[in-house]
């Protein structure tokens, strides 16, 4: 019904006479593909690259930004059922790629994921995060790996050096705090999630795989225990007020906070505030809680980048990314914004993070997939909900457990 | 006096937070500190964080769009409102009350709720990326607060007038462009600036039903500068950012003063 | 309105029907969408399925949803008080004084800023360590806790509000006849009870707008809740359509959220026919 209205409409607004615009009618052979993304700030990197392309294989591009991630989502997702058909969009791994994937909306990358592997542009360990069925999905738009960036004017001012296991870092937050200086930065909007999973990775990263395909509960002794350190740890005091609402990257400019944990992205921050890597701020990797586990639990971030299996024309969003894994492209694309790459081949400048770059393709540790695309979009609502509520009140945190845990019921209960 | 008095002090705390706008967005980027974010910075780097903001945002395409679609969509709005609430007020239509429900029935419905259809119908229709269409749904979203506004505004104008230019035989739509527009003037431009502010500023229709950047709005890149962590900009970039985008909008209060002065308004015959 | 017989004249349904068209096509068409979701389960990508009056079921059964009624009822009431009662206020204060316009200027800047904007520049002063704590001298996180959260966006919503608010009672303000004040004045009357008793009777048709549309919007909150604290933390800060926007865009239970779309349509609906029924209809 809505769409016979639309339609009316659109006679209607002849009289307003259609000016610009493209309308219908695709052609076949593109020769500059749309990129639609949420990562609005980004438009002016996806441009370079746009421009890039253009140059080395023929073929341009063009962002169109969103702002709001969710929006953004809900668009994809309906222009699924409409012609207006992205040539390439950026998505989210876990339950939301599988998803689409179902749909039989997105395009089949086996072939490009074997070459790139085969010429070393991909690593092998990435290939579990799109895989679906056996099959590999989009590419890696962007990775990231989350540890802990500090302040190194602070560190070396109360003679700290980065921690290598959980008791001496709790040791470095408790000779910071007895210094007048609060260890630990947390939130209550969005990354409220962040030592959550910093905590599960490290004591259970089965457990906290279970936990996110529905396995075990939000209410098992495990998780419970995992929520009483993290209590444990804001009750001596070592967090940050979560109502403070400065900006994470000033929190570590003006020492708000000594240590912050984020995905490697957050370099941009510093490098925008002038902060030099080795002088003003490092990163390290969070040592494990329980010093038993084999590997050290590095917690693991890839946005995709994908192509519609109905895509205008699907040779030219294959062909895209396929350069956009290569060394050229990725070279262009870590180094403008400062970030890592999935590309192994890139030299990444910034030492800390070409480091934790180079340890997670050569598996020494166990990557853990981000909270945020593990845990299905319900269940992740209310979590972040949840967590928001725990650092604000840290008593209610057996109260905040089962409200997720009924959350996760009801997923679970049509979604196993 | 104390009228004056008053004034000023609301006034004054009311300037305080654009003072701290102002002081923040002149401070260089990398020196922003929350603890001392009241107090100005010796360097004025206002210019400098313009830059930055409009280097990063990559405002390729021009300003047209958008300046098409917040001048022209209000001004449609507002005429097609204002000729509804004249027809329900002084041409006392039948079931005028119900007409009018039915038009301002039309801001009830959340906005964000209205994506999804509209985004499926404009693509059904051929209406998707098309600056018709832009100017189509911002006209749509416009036209219920202009008739609230006019509607009212007409009630209260006296019925003589009306009756006078019937007797001098004028038209109805005669009487509606000739006398009742000119004499609503502040109604108009109130309804106006609200609406040229609300596009201007607008990123929900704009961002889901546009594509190519000469028709999609340009405060996209840049209102993303100042939301998404990913982007990590500094304070004073992202406040700068937000003071680009309003400085069109401070322009327009401040050209349409004189509308709202004593004595201009004619509303008053 | 006077009930007298309509004026003569073929085009009257043709000077409503743009109005009515653009309104019922672009703005009622998506609403019809809306409430047949809301009897569905959907997640934005498989068909829907569908469920009768599950979701309507489920809203009695939320307790987030009793959060977001208390909250938006605080936002109903505080509304009317701080943006509409103080707008009135300085309306009046300055609508007939030599420069009158000028001293509105403070308050009809922050109306240009936008949902973005409006946060980064309030974030630092409600911050917990922020401007308002040492301006004020005490120790509160004027985001986390619940009323003080909405109460403090009230405040930040009424900075950005009250010039808008003000320049349409100034508009009514003009539109009154001098005559009648002219009259009341010759009959000694002044201040308070000319006011009260000829200014703002006459005033009417414009404080109705004012009210009405800050009634509708301020049943619909939604950008600065989800710019300042996207309904938190913990959901103590949503309102009804924060929490439409969560569940339908971020949970993608386009039903549920679909449902409270439904449910806050109606009462917005029902709430703007019985405030204008009296004041318009009259």
């Not at chain 1, 949420?38 to 969103?66: N, R």
């Not at chain 2, 406040?239 to 322009?251: D, E, I």
């Amino acid at each position: 019904m809505i769409r016979s209205g639309m339609a009316t409409l659109g006679v209607a607004a002849l009289f307003l006479a259609a000016c610009g615009g493209t309308g219908g009618g695709t052609p076949q052979k593109k020769t500059e593909l749309t990129l639609y993304n949420d990562k609005g700030a980004w438009t002016k990197y996806f441009d370079e690259m746009g421009a890039l392309s253009k140059q080395k294989i023929g073929l341009g591009m063009k962002p169109t930004g969103y702002t709001d991630s969710a929006q953004y989502q809900a668009f994809i997702k309906a222009s699924f059922r409409t012609n207006v058909k992205p040539d390439l969009f950026t998505w989210q791994t876990g339950g939301m790629l599988e998803e689409i994937v179902k749909q039989k909306q997105v395009a089949d990358t086996t072939a490009v994921w074997h070459e790139a592997i085969k010429a070393g542009d991909l690593s092998q360990d990435l290939a579990p995060y799109y895989t679906i069925g056996g099959k590999q999905y989009c590419v890696p738009m962007n990775v990231a790996y989350w540890g802990m960036f500090y302040n190194k004017k602070l560190f070396d001012q109360h003679g700290l050096k980065p921690p290598t296991t959980w008791d001496e870092l709790v040791k470095a937050a408790a000779t910071l705090k007895k210094a007048g200086v609060t260890p630990f930065y947390h939130t209550s909007v969005l990354f409220s999630f962040v030592w959550f999973e910093q905590l599960m990775a490290g004591s259970d990263p089965d457990l906290y795989d279970r936990l996110s395909t529905g396995k075990a509960k939000y209410t098992d002794p495990g998780v419970v225990q995992v929520m009483e350190k993290w209590k444990e740890l804001i009750d001596a005091g070592y967090f940050v007020n979560p109502g403070d609402k400065t900006d994470p990257g000033d929190v570590m400019k003006n020492g708000k906070a000594a240590m912050i944990s984020f995905g490697t992205w957050f370099n941009t921050s510093m490098t925008q505030r002038d902060m030099k890597a080795g002088t003003d701020y490092g990163f390290f990797v969070i040592p494990n809680v329980n010093p038993a586990l084999p590997k050290t639990s590095v917690i693991f971030e890839s946005g995709p980048l994908c192509s519609l299996a109905k895509a205008a024309d699907p040779d030219a969003s294959t062909k895209y990314l396929k350069w956009w894994t290569s060394a050229e492209a990725q070279e262009k694309w870590a180094t403008s914004r400062g970030d890592v790459s999935a590309n192994p081949k890139v030299q990444i400048k910034d030492e800390a993070l070409g480091q934790i770059t180079k340890d997670a393709g050569s598996g020494k540790y166990r990557l853990v997939n981000r909270y945020f695309e593990a845990t299905p979009p319900p269940v992740l609502t209310a979590a972040l909900d949840g967590f928001g509520k725990f650092v604000t009140e840290p008593g209610t945190y057996k109260e905040v457990l089962a409200t997720i845990q009924k959350e996760a019921d009801e997923y679970w209960s049509t979604h196993q | 006096m104390i009228r004056r008095a008053v004034l000023v002090v609301l006034g004054l705390v009311w300037l305080y937070p654009t003072y701290l706008l102002l002081v923040n967005a002149a401070r260089p980027a990398a020196s922003y500190d929350p603890a001392t974010a009241w107090a100005p910075s010796g360097d004025f780097a206002l210019f400098a964080n313009f830059a930055a903001a409009l280097d990063k945002a990559d405002l390729g395409s021009s300003l047209a769009s958008t300046a098409l679609y917040s001048v022209v969509s209000p001004l449609l709005g507002v005429v097609i409102g204002a000729m509804a609430g004249y027809t329900i007020v002084v041409l006392r239509l039948r079931h005028g009350f119900w007409w009018f429900l039915l038009i301002f029935g039309g801001t009830v419905f959340p906005s964000q709720m209205l994506l999804v259809p509209l985004f499926v119908g404009y693509s059904d229709a051929g209406l998707y990326d098309t600056r018709a269409g832009m100017l189509l749904v911002y006209t749509a979203v416009n036209v219920p607060l202009a008739a609230f506004v006019l509607r009212n505004f007409y009630s209260g104008v006296a019925f003589s007038i009306f009756e006078a230019a019937r007797m001098d035989g004028a038209s109805t739509f005669r009487i509606f462009w000739r006398v009742y527009l000119p004499i609503s003037t502040s109604a108009l431009a109130a309804v106006f600036i609200l609406e040229f502010t609300f596009i201007w500023n607008d990123l929900l229709f704009g961002l889901t039903l546009t594509t190519t950047e000469s028709v999609r709005p340009v405060m996209t890149a840049l209102a993303g500068l100042m939301t998404d962590v990913y982007a990590g900009t500094p304070v004073p970039v992202g406040l700068a950012a937000g003071l680009m985008c309003s400085l069109p909008t401070v322009l327009l209060f401040l050209a349409t003063q004189r509308l709202f002065a004593r004595g201009l308004s004619l509303g008053s015959v | 309105m006077r009930r007298s017989s309509p004026i003569l004249g073929r085009f009257r349904y043709g000077y409503v029907a743009p109005a009515a068209l653009l309104v019922a096509g672009l703005l009622y068409a998506p609403f019809v969408w809306t409430a047949y979701l809301s009897l569905t389960r959907y997640d934005g990508l498989a068909p829907p399925e569908w469920a009768g009056l599950a979701n309507f079921g489920k809203l009695f059964d939320d307790p987030a949803l009793l959060t977001s009624l208390r909250n938006t009822l605080l936002w109903v009431v505080g509304t009317m008080v701080l943006p509409v009662g103080l707008g009135l206020l300085v309306a009046v204060l300055s609508y007939d004084i030599k420069g009158g316009a000028w001293y509105r200027v403070p308050f009809m800047l922050p109306y240009a800023l936008s949902g973005a904007g409006l946060a980064l520049v309030w974030s630092p002063i409600l911050s917990h360590g922020g401007i308002a704590n040492v301006l004020l001298g005490v120790d509160t996180a004027f985001l986390q806790s619940a009323p003080v959260n909405t109460l403090a966006m009230l405040l930040v919503w009424t900075w950005q509000q009250l010039g808008v608010n003000t320049l349409l009672f100034v508009v009514g303000l003009q539109s009154i006849p001098k005559e009648p004040i002219e009259a009341a004045r010759l009959d000694g009357a002044s201040g308070w009870r000319l006011f009260r008793h000829i200014t703002w009777p006459l005033m009417r048709p414009l404080t109705a707008v004012v009210v009405g549309l800050a009634l509708v919007a301020s049943l619909k909150t939604f950008d600065i809740v989800w710019v300042l604290t996207q309904g938190g933390p913990g959901r103590n800060s949503e309102t009804l359509a924060v929490t439409m926007y969560k569940e339908t865009f971020v949970a993608s239970d386009y039903g549920y959220g679909s449902a409270v779309a439904v449910m806050l349509t109606v009462v917005t609906g029902l709430a703007s026919y019985l405030y204008l029924k009296r004041q318009v209809a009259s």
